[in-house]
């Protein structure tokens, strides 16, 4: 399994922006798709964007389209979730995930996702 860590989390107001990065400890992030899930408190947790590991191709959950942007940089071994007008119920504890070879085809079913970070938390909040 691929060890994974994200960071880019903390407190931002309404409106605000941050970028979450998901980077992993050992081997090649390039071999793997990446989705991003998120769970608040409360809730179960979502799908909300992938990424796949061959033709770049991105989903995204209706409620992030438009303001989310999923890239990766396999220079830098990294993928990121842009995350713009952030709103109070983006608040929760977001999730990086890697599935071998994946293509996002299966997205947003998390059981496919061999691999996951501890999380960072996101809040919104003025």
């Known amino acids: 399994q691929v060890q994974l860590v994200e960071s880019g989390g903390g407190l931002v107001q309404p409106g605000g922006s941050l970028t979450l990065s998901c980077a992993p400890s050992?081997?090649?992030?390039?071999?793997?798709?990446v989705g991003w899930f998120r769970q608040a408190p409360g809730k179960e947790r979502e799908g909300v964007s992938c990424?796949?590991?061959?033709?770049?191709?991105?989903r995204y959950d209706d409620s992030v389209k438009d303001r989310f942007t999923i890239s990766r940089d396999n220079e830098k071994n990294t993928v990121y979730l842009q995350m713009n007008s952030l709103k109070p119920e983006d608040t929760a504890v977001y999730y990086c995930?890697?599935?071998?070879?994946?293509?996002?085809?299966?997205?947003?079913?998390?059981?496919?996702?061999?691999?996951w970070g501890q999380g960072t938390q996101v809040t919104v909040s003025s």
């Open positions: 050992r081997w090649t992030l390039g071999y793997y798709a």
């Open positions: 995930a890697a599935d071998l070879w994946g293509d996002c085809s299966t997205w947003p079913q998390a059981s496919e996702f061999e691999s």
């Open positions: 990424i796949s590991s061959t033709d770049g191709t991105t």
